[in-house]
Antibody, heavy 122, light 106 residues
């Protein structure tokens, strides 16, 4: 069945970078895209960006655009999200979710990863 | 930037009907999805394309949209429905989530 399996929790110091992985199993990786969503403690969901599983094209939310890089490895069917210059405001659970091949799928996000807690603390 | 507005909280008695609204500019021209999120869990898609239920979602969950407001309706609300609910829409090459509504069943 379809699963998105994310890497484990991370603790980082301010100014550092973090790279979270999301391994897709059970479906054709290149037929869909992956969106990344984060949730700060006690807060709502915030969309960060999308990457095509086929072409690697990306769309990023304006908020983190200059610090964010999304990539994929089609051979290992894994998507990656790297966030640089971390601050305490980046402390959150980061989720990957299966999206459409062009982003903006009307079908919504039926499949989500289990979430990766990133803690930024000195 | 585009915004979706939800009430912060909604309360409902067990067995009654709960309605959670989501409003946004020209929302009727976009597709809306709804997610349920229980504490410590990943979000669960309960409605997509305004009113469709994914397989495995109980029939008591329904969605509708009129004008600029989408509504998630939970009929015969049960204690297990107590959770946070988020609406979502696509605008200008970005996904937007509503701020979330905490549904309390009491």
């Amino acid at each position: 069945q379809v699963q998105l399996v994310q890497s484990g929790a991370e603790v980082k110091k301010p100014g550092a970078s973090v790279k979270v992985s999301c391994k897709a199993v059970g479906y054709s990786f290149t037929t869909y895209g992956i969106s990344w969503v984060r949730q700060a403690p006690g807060q709502g969901l915030e969309w960060m960006g999308w990457i095509s599983g086929y072409s690697g094209n990306t769309m990023y939310a304006q908020k983190s655009k200059g610090r964010l890089a999304m990539t994929t490895d089609t051979h290992s069917t894994t998507a990656y999200m790297e966030l640089r210059s971390l601050t305490s405001d980046d402390t959150a659970v980061y989720y990957c979710a299966r999206d459409g091949s062009q982003g903006g799928s009307s079908l919504g996000f039926k499949y989500w990863g289990q979430g990766t807690l990133v803690t930024v603390s000195s | 930037s585009y915004e979706l507005t939800q009430p912060p909280s909604v309360s409902v008695s067990p067995g009654q009907t709960a309605g959670i609204t989501c409003s946004g500019d020209k929302l009727g021209q976009k597709y809306v999805s709804w997610y349920q999120q229980r504490p410590g869990q990943s979000p669960l898609l309960v409605i997509y394309e305004d009113a469709k239920r994914p397989s495995g979602i109980p029939e008591r969950f329904s969605g509708s949209i009129a004008g600029n407001t989408a509504t998630l309706t939970i009929s015969g609300t049960q204690a297990i429905d107590e959770a946070d609910y988020y609406c979502q829409a696509w605008d200008s090459s970005s996904w937007v989530f509503g701020g979330g509504t905490k549904l309390t069943v009491l």
